[in-house]
Nanobody, 118 residues
């Protein structure tokens, strides 16, 4: 089992920045691909990005590419999402998730609300 807890959400002004954290506990964190997802009201959940176990490979959705950065600190069992130049359309509940390589995301956090005001 891997337990995930997100933090860092809140109210952000458009054009500002946010940094979300996801703390993991349980099984070896470093062996998992970590993903960030978000779900806005009335919309389907979408993947924001992901990072491999070493942190050497990252993926970003087109909607956030160029203004977002995902990193991880395996010593602290924590993964981060840094998002700059936020827009009102970034308003959503943000979730982190963990997956073994080649498998679907199996473990999910409870989510943290991000609201971007215009």
């Amino acid at each position: 089992q891997v337990q995930l807890v997100e933090s860092g959400g809140g109210l952000v002004q458009a054009g500002g920045s946010l940094r979300l954290s996801c703390a993991a506990s349980g099984r070896t964190f470093s062996g998992y691909v970590m993903g960030w997802f978000r779900q806005a009201p009335g919309k389907e959940r979408e993947q924001v990005g992901s990072i491999n176990w070493s942190g050497g490979n990252t993926y970003y959705a087109g909607s956030v590419k160029g203004r977002s950065s995902i990193s991880r600190d395996n010593a602290k069992n924590t993964v981060y999402l840094q998002m700059n130049s936020v827009k009102p359309e970034d308003t959503a509940v943000y979730y982190c998730a963990a997956a073994r390589v080649g498998y679907p995301y199996q473990y999910w956090g409870q989510g943290t609300q991000v609201t971007v005001s215009s």
